[in-house]
């Protein structure tokens, strides 16, 4: 091999190394950025994952308060239900013995009445046996 030959050998060596290790920076920086990205994407994606496990609980809590007001409305709603049965059940007796009460008041006054009749038809009749023997 001639020395030509060999320096042309070499020439084309050190161009494929520099070319080689131009090639090995732009991976490095390439695998660099690459992991800036990665570091980035990673972050963003630990802030959204505790964004969303806080608007989870914030979401529990605010469900787990919709579900106790819910039930406390739920049993006042029952209760006052019965509360209203109870009344409805109570004027009902109320207006039964009310009406029970009057017709009571106008017996006692019917036969009141009928007592006086009685009485002022006795006088009449008295009256009319008095007047018969004298006239």
Request: aromatic share 4%; charged share 35%.
């Given at each position: 091999v001639s020395k030509n030959e060999l320096d042309w050998f070499n020439r084309d060596l050190e161009i494929q190394v520099k070319k080689w290790q131009q090639e090995k920076k732009e991976n490095q920086d390439n695998l660099k950025a690459l992991r800036n990205t990665a570091k980035k994407h990673t972050d963003t994606n630990d802030r959204y994952s505790k964004t969303i496990d806080e608007k989870e609980k914030q979401y529990n809590t605010y469900l787990n308060t919709y579900l106790e007001t819910s039930n406390k409305l739920a049993n006042k709603k029952v209760?006052?239900?019965?509360?209203?049965?109870?009344?409805?059940?109570?004027?009902?007796?109320?207006?039964?013995?009310?009406?029970?009460?009057?017709?009571?008041?106008?017996?006692?006054?019917?036969?009141?009445?009928?007592?006086?009749?009685?009485?002022?038809?006795?006088?009449?009749?008295?009256?009319?046996?008095?007047?018969?023997?004298?006239?």
């Open positions: 209760k006052l239900e019965e509360l209203i049965k109870k009344s409805q059940d109570d004027c009902q007796e109320r207006v039964k013995r009310a009406v029970e009460a009057e017709m009571s008041v106008l017996k006692n006054w019917k036969e009141t009445e009928v007592c006086k009749l009685n009485g002022i038809a006795a006088n009449a009749e008295a009256n009319l046996k008095m007047l018969s023997r004298y006239g």
